[in-house]
């Protein structure tokens, strides 16, 4: 079970958190058990773009990452005109409440553990 310890300004995850453009008061609100998919409502695209930021600006390895174990893809449904629907059909919070348990938690302390070891491995 992750620890729902705060995330204090000398955390790895804390730089992280800002440079995906958290604020100091968005952070203080997070723990280590924060969700990035769960709590957080990352998917899709905005998922792989801040996960990439962990390769890009702090150097880790992200190989052994199965994504999809993770976060939902940005299109739902056989084409994006089925998934275009369905999204006008369902409201987002509503679409990741019900798809939630299809899905690993990842958390802030697993990505902190990433970037201390600047590698991901299945926690």
Same mark, same amino acid.
């Given at each position: @079970? %992750?620890?729902?310890?705060?995330?204090?300004?000398?955390? %790895?995850?804390?730089?992280?958190?800002?440079?995906?453009?958290?604020?100091? $008061? $968005?952070?203080?609100?997070?723990?280590?058990?924060?969700? @990035?998919?769960?709590?957080?409502?990352?998917?899709?695209?905005?998922?792989?773009?801040?996960?990439?930021?962990? $390769?890009?600006?702090?150097?880790?390895?992200?190989?052994?990452?199965?994504?999809?174990?993770?976060?939902?893809?940005?299109?739902?449904?056989?084409?994006?005109?089925?998934?275009?629907?369905?999204? @006008?059909?369902?409201?987002?919070?509503?679409?990741?409440?019900?798809?939630?348990? /299809?899905?690993?938690?990842?958390?802030?302390?697993?990505?902190? /553990?990433? @970037?201390?070891?600047?590698?991901? /491995? /299945?926690?």
């Amino acid at each position: @079970m %992750e620890s729902s310890s705060e995330i204090r300004p000398d955390d %790895e995850v804390y730089g992280y958190l800002s440079e995906l453009g958290y604020s100091a $008061q $968005q952070i203080a609100g997070m723990t280590m058990s924060t969700r @990035m998919f769960h709590d957080l409502g990352s998917y899709g695209d905005t998922a792989v773009d801040e996960m990439s930021v962990l $390769q890009r600006k702090f150097g880790v390895d992200l190989s052994e990452l199965d994504f999809k174990k993770y976060f939902p893809p940005e299109f739902e449904g056989k084409s994006k005109f089925d998934a275009f629907i369905r999204n @006008m059909a369902v409201s987002r919070e509503t679409r990741l409440v019900t798809n939630a348990d /299809r899905y690993e938690p990842l958390t802030l302390g697993m990505i902190n /553990r990433a @970037m201390l070891a600047k590698r991901w /491995r /299945r926690f």
